[in-house]
């Protein structure tokens, strides 16, 4: 059952949105929310089944689903609410946050603090632009990897890997065991973009050969990938006339880095940095717009989840603080509710605190005529706080009553002041 | 006794220091480059008995998934990765399977266990 409104909502269960749903519940935040695309939590780290994941803040070397499984256990003993299968429409300045998945229809969630963390996606074919026909057989990585690691497909036999990224070689292994033959990684830049380690572990192991400066020139085939035609470069990234080899496979896969999600961030004013496409933050990964926090790859591309555990256990901490903060706030707030005879009132909420400053003046007009003594008192349930006589009052005549600092005690007690105007009858 | 040279990577952690060995006699005599013990400990490895961890994925039976993701405890002689991936091809579990479940043990004769990295709930009927 989803609540109106959260302290803490995070959008995306990855790493860093466990973390910080996990750290603004120990941190006092009193319900959490976590809105997921996917049916399960974890995030990219499921597919992710390799080893590597924890070795600087657990002290252990796990496969990512394991590493992933850790904080789905934490965050399930501490009375989080999640949505999953769930899309996140929009999100407003105002962190008002609109979702839809099969489970609970479109819903309108209003929150404290929002906790950003929708990671990163893929560049594609499209955004590096790579000439030649346009046959089946072109995946990114990670797209490869979710149908060899969860789904139980094989997207090809014979593969060529345009890019030297972490994802990217260790595919290359991961397609060499289940008895794939990797052709070739080809990297434009002169250096490995990715973890030597890996180079070592995935690419030398198993003897697949890495070219530096090298890109793909074109993709050829018609219904399917048939071969792809490699092409060294130059210092000014142009291609080296007499350089080209055809490199028959069936599939190319690419790996040529990640792009934070910050499609809602947009929506809701959040500023990018054009550097990183991600958020710009403060030290509490605080976004510009008050409240709304943002953490791990939506913010800039990481190398090692460690690091977007910590990101998100700090964003998580500083989102509960500024939730918490904000309710304190808000219980400080008493609502002024018009009455008998009282049509509207000025200021329409009062923080209770302001009485130890100075007397506080509401303004107000009456719904009808009344042309004889009357009393405007202002109320706290059954309780009168105080009162002033007027001789008649008209709704083209404003009316004012002061608040004196000698009511501080009992507008204390109250959460709602309420206005009338009633007839002095006889008094 | 000669003395041969040769260059590593370690692997055992992300920093993935570059290493320089001097070799005498099949032993490590002086290793240069390193920022922790590990380093010395990965040369030696490598030298002797080359051994790196597997993961994988095993089939199942009527789970959320058609595949558990599985991994051997520690790591296995290099030479014999592909045999223990034979292995692991001709096993299907049937879900549930846990997190930890051991899918194969002591693979090969190693003495190490090949366990689940992740918990693949059984399809309930009708989803």
Same mark, same amino acid.
């Not at chain 1, 909502?9 to 120990?26: D, F, N, R, S």
């Given at each position: 059952?989803?609540?109106?409104k959260y302290d803490v909502?995070?959008?995306?269960?990855?790493?860093?949105?466990?973390?910080?749903?996990?750290?603004?519940?120990?941190t006092g935040a009193q319900d959490?929310?976590?809105?997921?695309?996917?049916?399960?939590?974890?995030?990219?780290?499921?597919?992710?089944?390799?080893?590597?994941?924890?070795?600087?803040?657990?002290? =252990?070397?796990?496969?990512?689903?394991?590493?992933?499984?850790?904080?789905?256990?934490?965050?399930?003993?501490?009375?989080?609410?999640?949505?999953?299968?769930?899309?996140?429409?929009?999100?407003?300045?105002g962190r008002? &946050?609109?979702?839809?998945?099969?489970?609970?229809?479109?819903?309108?969630?209003d929150t404290r603090a929002?906790?950003?963390?929708?990671?990163?996606?893929?560049?594609? =074919?499209?955004?590096?632009?790579?000439?030649?026909? #346009?046959?089946?057989?072109?995946?990114?990585?990670?797209?490869?990897?979710?149908?060899?690691?969860?789904?139980?497909?094989?997207?090809?036999?014979?593969?060529?890997?345009?890019?030297?990224?972490?994802?990217?070689?260790?595919?290359?292994?991961?397609?060499?065991?289940?008895?794939?033959?990797?052709?070739?990684?080809?990297?434009?830049?002169?250096?490995?973009?990715?973890?030597?380690?890996?180079?070592?572990?995935?690419?030398?192991?198993?003897?697949?050969?890495?070219?530096?400066?090298?890109?793909?020139?074109?993709?050829?085939?018609?219904? #399917?990938?048939?071969?792809?035609?490699?092409?060294?470069?130059?210092?000014?990234?142009?291609?080296?006339?007499?350089?080209?080899?055809?490199?028959?496979?069936?599939?190319?896969?690419?790996?040529?880095?990640?792009?934070?999600?910050?499609?809602?961030?947009?929506?809701?004013?959040?500023?990018?940095?054009?550097?990183?496409?991600?958020?710009?933050?403060?030290?509490?990964?605080?976004?510009?717009?008050p409240g709304?926090?943002?953490?791990?790859? &939506?913010?800039?591309?990481?190398?090692? &989840?460690?690091?977007?555990?910590?990101?998100?256990?700090?964003?998580?901490?500083?989102a509960a603080e500024y939730a918490i903060s904000e309710r304190k706030r808000h219980g400080r707030r008493v609502k002024m509710k018009?009455?008998?005879?009282? #049509?509207?009132i000025v200021p329409h909420t009062l923080d209770k605190e302001s009485l130890a400053e100075s007397v506080q003046r509401l303004?107000?007009?009456?719904?009808?005529?009344?042309?004889?003594?009357?009393?405007?008192?202002v109320m706290n349930g059954?309780e009168?706080v105080t009162?002033?006589?007027?001789?008649?009052?008209?709704?083209?005549?404003?009316?004012?009553?002061d608040i004196p600092q000698s009511a501080y005690d009992a507008v204390q007690r109250a959460s709602e002041l309420s206005v009338?105007?009633?007839?002095?009858?006889?008094? | 006794?000669?003395?041969?040279?040769?260059?590593?990577?370690?692997?055992?952690?992300?920093?993935?220091?570059?290493?320089?060995?001097?070799?005498?006699?099949?032993?490590?005599?002086?290793?240069?480059?390193?920022?922790?013990?590990?380093?010395?400990?990965?040369?030696?490895?490598?030298?002797?008995?080359?051994?790196?961890?597997?993961?994988?994925?095993?089939?199942?039976?009527?789970?959320?998934?058609?595949?558990?993701?599985?991994?051997?405890?520690?790591?296995?002689?290099?030479?014999?990765?592909?045999?223990?991936?034979?292995?692991?091809?001709?096993?299907?579990?049937?879900?549930?399977?846990?997190?930890?479940?051991? &899918?194969?043990?002591?693979?090969?004769?190693?003495?190490?266990?090949?366990?689940?990295?992740?918990?693949?709930?059984?399809?309930?009927?009708?989803?």
């Open positions: 059952m989803l609540k109106e909502i995070v959008i995306g269960a990855g790493p860093a949105g466990l973390a910080a749903a996990i750290e603004a519940k120990k959490v929310l976590v809105i997921e695309r996917a049916q399960e939590l974890g995030g990219i780290l499921q597919q992710c089944i390799h080893n590597g994941f924890g070795l600087q803040i657990l002290k =252990r070397d796990l496969p990512g689903p394991a590493y992933a499984q850790r904080f789905i256990d934490e965050l399930a003993g501490l009375h989080i609410d999640t949505l999953l299968d769930a899309m996140a429409l929009n999100v407003t300045s008002h &946050v609109s979702a839809t998945s099969r489970w609970s229809g479109f819903v309108d969630l929002l906790v950003l963390a929708m990671g990163c996606r893929e560049r594609t =074919r499209a955004q590096i632009a790579l000439p030649g026909t #346009r046959p089946a057989g072109v995946f990114t990585a990670g797209t490869a990897q979710r149908f060899v690691n969860i789904e139980g497909y094989m997207p090809g036999k014979r593969f060529v890997i345009l890019g030297s990224g972490d994802i990217g070689m260790i595919m290359a292994r991961r397609l060499t065991f289940e008895g794939a033959k990797v052709e070739r990684v080809l990297e434009i830049m002169p250096f490995l973009t990715g973890l030597t380690r890996n180079y070592v572990q995935c690419l030398m192991d198993y003897d697949i050969p890495l070219q530096l400066r090298h890109t793909v020139k074109r993709i050829i085939g018609n219904d #399917r990938v048939e071969a792809i035609e490699s092409v060294q470069i130059d210092e000014q990234r142009q291609p080296i006339p007499g350089t080209e080899e055809i490199i028959p496979c069936d599939t190319l896969l690419l790996s040529v880095g990640l792009i934070p999600e910050n499609e809602l961030s947009r929506k809701a004013g959040v500023s990018l940095d054009p550097v990183t496409g991600g958020p710009f933050v403060d030290e509490k990964m605080q976004t510009n717009v709304i926090f943002a953490a791990g790859n &939506v913010v800039h591309v990481y190398d090692l &989840v460690d690091w977007v555990t910590q990101a998100g256990w700090l964003c998580g901490r500083n018009a009455g008998d005879n009282v #049509r509207y303004q107000m007009r009456v719904t009808l005529p009344i042309e004889e003594p009357v009393w405007v008192e059954e009168r009162r002033k006589a007027e001789l008649y009052v008209r709704p083209g005549e404003m009316v004012n009553i009338r105007v009633i007839k002095r009858q006889g008094g | 006794m000669a003395q041969e040279h040769r260059k590593f990577i370690c692997i055992t952690c992300p920093q993935g220091c570059a290493l320089d060995a001097t070799i005498e006699g099949g032993t490590a005599v002086k290793i240069e480059g390193n920022t922790c013990k590990r380093g010395v400990d990965y040369v030696a490895g490598e030298l002797k008995d080359p051994r790196r961890m597997v993961t994988t994925t095993v089939r199942v039976k009527g789970g959320v998934h058609p595949l558990a993701p599985v991994y051997t405890e520690s790591p296995i002689p290099k030479p014999r990765i592909f045999d223990l991936l034979a292995e692991i091809r001709t096993i299907e579990l049937t879900a549930p399977v846990k997190f930890g479940d051991i &899918v194969i043990k002591n693979a090969l004769g190693t003495g190490i266990d090949v366990v689940a990295s992740r918990s693949i709930a059984a399809k309930s009927e009708g989803s």
